[in-house]
């Protein structure tokens, strides 16, 4: 009877184990460190076909979007010296849970300078993340004149 509440223990134990979710959060003084980073993917491209120099800059961001009247609010950014690679540049955004609010509108922009002159921006919103948008946006970019 013993073995049989014992092994019965030991099976609930292991369902329990295996019921609980893969990211789970843990606390680290005051501060929630999630198990899983959460990122934003995808890539950067123009369709004109010319040649980015070796040292031009390309910067994509991550932005809440969602107050009218007002700056966006930068989440993250990742900025690279093409160092004489050509499009399409791939990107992964990380980003914190909590910089995301409800019901937030979160965008993607993107733009290419050469020794700080715009050569090519982003002049379409790219919405990600909120509003079942998912976690992947693919830039078109247009050339300035």
Not at 39 to 57: C, D, H, M, N
Not at 61 to 67: A, F, H, I, N, P
Not at 87 to 108: Q, W
Request: proline residues 3%; contains cysteine; glycine residues 6%.
């Amino acid at each position: 009877m013993k073995l049989w509440k014992m092994l019965s223990g030991v099976a609930l134990a292991v369902a329990m184990v295996g019921c609980t979710p893969a990211d789970q959060s843990s606390v680290k003084g005051d501060k929630t460190v999630q198990a899983e980073e959460l990122q934003v993917t995808g890539s950067v491209f123009y369709r004109q076909r010319i040649a980015l120099p070796a040292e031009a800059v390309v910067t994509i961001k991550l932005e809440d979007v969602s107050r009218a009247d007002a700056p966006s609010v930068e989440i993250s950014k990742v900025s690279f010296v093409t160092a004489g690679k050509q499009v399409p540049f791939d990107f992964v955004l990380p980003y914190r849970a909590e910089d995301v609010k409800g019901m937030a509108r979160i965008n993607v922009s993107a733009r290419i300078e050469l020794n700080g002159k715009l050569l090519f921006i982003s002049d379409t919103a790219h919405e990600v993340i909120t509003n079942n948008r998912g976690n992947q946006a693919n830039v078109n970019l247009v050339q300035v004149k």
